[in-house]
């Protein structure tokens, strides 16, 4: 079971082992097989594709764990970065790991590390909150985070960003440092920084577009 990190904005960025593991896998696991399908045909890859996503990841992992224990060589690809971060992947690994099925994780593309590094906000140490709760258990995480001293990153959805940086602003104070990276990798990448509210009164103004990874600050201590 190999797990294989794609760009997640720049083609340049697939490693050369990356496509090599693809080439040589017996089926890939993708989310989107029309996505996966360009990205195999931009590095000229011939490859059976079949979905795996979080609406269908629980049915057919008995099938897939079958045909790994008959020896085949399977690869999981997300859309963009690596798979098992805010994408599906976990179930798979851990029921391998259970059946003493061997896992292959490559290193590559992920976007919340060149976000955290291009915030120029503490990066030593840091939590990966990935997405917030849209509504149950929201008010509790936030207030569970509001006294983290670690620098914090958060992936986020165009149209509810602004409603995030809102809400972090209520419960960490508008005055908390914060960056907002968007299309990480691609040609309009760029990374806003500044307190909560001013990056509020930024996007105010804007129509927001693109995979967005937001840095805040950790509570100074």
Known sequence: MYVVPTPVGNLEDMTLRAIGTLREADLVLTEDTRHTGRLLRHFDLTVKMMAYHQHNEHKVLPSLIDKLRSGERIALVSDAGTPGISDPGFLIVRQCIREGIGVVVLPGAT????????????????????FLPVKKGRKTRLESLAGESRTMVFYESPHRLLKTLNDMSAFFGPGRQGCVSREISKLYEEHLRGSLQELIDVFEKR???????????GLAV
């Not at 291009?118 to 939590?127: D, N, T």
């Open 207 to 217: 129509n927001i577009k693109g995979e967005i990874t937001i840095v805040v600050a």
């Open 111 to 130: 976007a919340f590390v060149p976000a955290l590094i291009g915030s120029g906000l503490p990066c030593e140490r840091f939590c990966f909150e990935g």
